[in-house]
């Protein structure tokens, strides 16, 4: 399963809409779900509405919070998507195999045979997430909360029997890319205190490339599908980066 959780303070102004990025990725099989860390007013109502939107195209879940909110609403996230997505899957073999999705449908025996796979898939199917993290020049007193979740959300995923994985992006990178490597997949994110510091915090906000990058990354960094697979034909992953610094608004998009 594949997750990429942003963190944003809306208002995307550069480049494609993130509303078609999360709808490409949805396509791609990555599931984006948005946390937004807003200002009052009238910018932060257009924050939100964009953040609701990214979320519903990209087939995830949405949310406002307060930066000292942000660790505990990323956790729950990733695992809320888990159970939805792994839920969907097994809805749709049920009604391939019997012609319902409906657990209640089930005779009782089956539906707690099949409620069981359910809670053992959520703990055991492997993830990975890509925390996507709006470096602009506005959110640069949030980053010590994001900091915050990134090592929180490791531990949370270390604690699954599953194998999971987090890689951790900014946007807008150094220059003119679009998105920055701060750490590549790994299961033991160490040093996540040392994340976004010494980043060059930019006024523009290309959440709509920086998706599609995030998208590309998840394809170019794949883990191999068989062990004799030709790895030599895969593209070599983004360089590694230098180091640098309560509400709901919708539910499950379905």
Known sequence: MKQIILITDGCSNVGVSPVVAAAHALTEGIVVNVV??????????????????????????????????????????????????????????????????????????????????????????????????????????????????????MASLQARQGKSELAVLHFPGQGDEELRIDANWSRHLAKAAELFYNINMKGTTPTGPALLRAVAFFAE?????????????????????????DGMLSDYVL
């Open 221 to 245: 960094t794949a883990p191999p599908v068989t062990e004799w697979e030709d790895k030599t034909s895969r593209q070599e992953p983004f360089p590694p980066a230098s180091r640098g610094e």
């Open 36 to 153: 937004g860390v807003i200002d009052r007013g009238e910018i932060g109502e257009l924050g939100a509405k964009e953040i609701a939107d990214i979320a519903k195209a990209g087939g995830g879940l949405s949310r406002i919070v307060d930066p000292q909110a942000l660790s505990q609403t990323v956790q729950m996230m990733t695992r809320k998507t888990v159970a939805h997505t792994i839920r969907q899957a097994v809805g749709s073999e049920l009604r391939t195999i019997l012609g319902t999705s409906e657990l209640t449908e089930l005779p009782p025996g089956k539906r707690a045979e099949v409620v069981r796979v359910i809670d053992e898939l959520e703990e055991t199917a492997d993830l990975r997430v890509a925390l996507l993290v709006d470096a602009s020049a506005s959110m640069k007193p949030k980053l010590r909360a994001v900091r915050e979740a990134v090592r929180d959300l």
